[in-house]
């Protein structure tokens, strides 16, 4: 037997963003580095990243012809790099007038996150949703990929059968597309009974920010075995467990993580997932408190879960990686302004256990750090709401049968 060996290479990749009037310098370098996490994750090599500050993106080009120019000089002197990716979508005119430029793979946000949730997806569900999405950024950009075409249209008859080909593929896509869409209705379907199925027990769904810590903290509530990795988007598929806390039981659902301009057509074939998170009763907020941006990242799942009505729902706000946190302290001449990284762990504590009250935790998932605390609040929130919902029932949680 022959032994064949594969090997895995990894894609070079230069990264761009703006600096515009909404978008300050160094929220652009936060942006660009979060854009290399998420190059890495789908299995590329960042190895130079590009800035500009604009009033507004070009509508042409994106960047301006000037910076464009460079980025072409610095792929011309190293030719090993195949691809330049832009942290912002990108229309069809765009990545056409980019790609003539640079003449190199050019990938937009979007479809990078596409590719990662291609790669991470799972299940049929997950896999049809993906397609979905993948589908619907591709439809308006086809003209892109038959560019080939126009080398050739000087040729007779090569003009007309390149805009046959453009239709036929485009009716292809809605086909496959409304397809799709009916594969997803049968799937809801399904997944509503089950909903339905599980009964009147409390529901809580944790929420966050993608790589926050959902999994891991599910894993060890649960007693579960959830993929968790320190990757952007380890978990796609929604997991529900059953978790028992003292004597009352309750469904724990682990969803989706957010991101900062998380691709409207996810968001729309993701909304079956995101019913976990509809119907959840209590939602418990997971923040990466050591991220340096986490208040950012705070506020975008807040705006995401507004967009899913679901952002009035009785919250614990948890935030997790507390072994994690560092801080720089000031020194005692310094007068310059206090900056975030200045604020230690202990006045983050007393600032957002006074806004919250006691519906905020500092923990360490990864280092069981007050998981034991975690677990009286989510007892006392669960028994309230089941309180009000059997005010006659005089916790005989005995009389609870396992989940099948």
């Known amino acids: 037997m022959i032994e064949v060996k ?51 993106p070009n509508p042409r080009t994106f960047i301006g012809q000037g910076k464009l120019e460079e980025i072409a000089r610095y792929l011309s002197e190293n030719e090993e790099i195949g691809m330049v990716i832009f942290d912002d979508e990108l229309s069809p005119l765009q990545l056409k007038n980019i790609e003539k430029e640079l003449r190199v793979k050019v990938l937009d946000r979007t479809s990078l996150i596409l590719d990662i949730f291609a790669k991470r997806a799972k299940t049929a569900h997950a896999k049809t949703q993906v397609e979905l999405a993948q589908y619907q950024y591709l439809l308006p950009r086809l003209t892109r990929m038959w560019t080939h075409l126009e080398r050739q249209r000087g040729g007779i008859g090569m003009r007309g059968p390149g805009e046959t080909q453009i239709e036929t593929d485009r009716r292809i896509i809605l086909n496959r597309i409304s397809h799709l869409k009916d594969e997803l209705k049968q799937i809801d379907r399904q997944k509503s009974v089950q909903r339905k199925n599980r009964g009147k027990m409390v529901r809580v769904a944790l929420v966050g920010y ?15 075995d959830v993929f968790a990795e320190n990757k952007l988007f380890a978990t796609l598929d929604t997991t529900v467990r059953k978790v028992i806390i003292k004597n009352l039981p309750f469904l724990m659902s682990d969803t989706v993580g957010f991101i900062r301009k998380l691709p409207h057509n996810l968001i729309e074939s993701f909304k079956s997932t995101l019913d976990e998170v509809r119907e959840a009763d209590l939602l418990v907020h997971v923040v990466d408190i050591s991220h340096p941006n986490f208040e950012e990242q705070l506020e975008i799942v807040n705006a995401t879960l507004k967009e899913i009505d679901s952002c009035e729902k009785p919250t614990i706000i948890l935030f997790n990686k507390i072994d994690a946190f560092t801080f720089v302290e000031k020194e005692a001449d310094d007068l310059t302004p206090m900056k975030k990284e200045n604020v230690s762990l202990e006045e983050l504590q007393k600032t957002w256990m006074a806004k919250k009250q006691h519906n905020c935790m500092f923990v360490s998932a990864h280092e069981r750090i007050n998981i034991s605390q975690l677990k009286d609040l989510l007892y006392d929130r669960v028994k309230e709401i089941h309180i009000t919902r059997f005010p006659y029932n005089d916790f005989l949680f005995e009389n609870y049968t396992d989940l099948e």
């Open 6 to 56: 594969t090997e895995i290479y990894e894609e070079k990749a230069v990264l761009v963003g703006v600096v515009t009037q909404e978008q300050t310098e160094e929220q652009t370098k936060e942006y660009l580095a979060e854009l290399a996490f998420l190059a890495e994750t789908a299995g590329a090599f960042p190895v130079k990243r590009f800035f500009q500050r604009l009033p507004y």
């Open 210 to 224: 993608t790589n926050a810590g959902k999994s891991t903290l599910m894993n060890l509530l649960s007693k579960s």
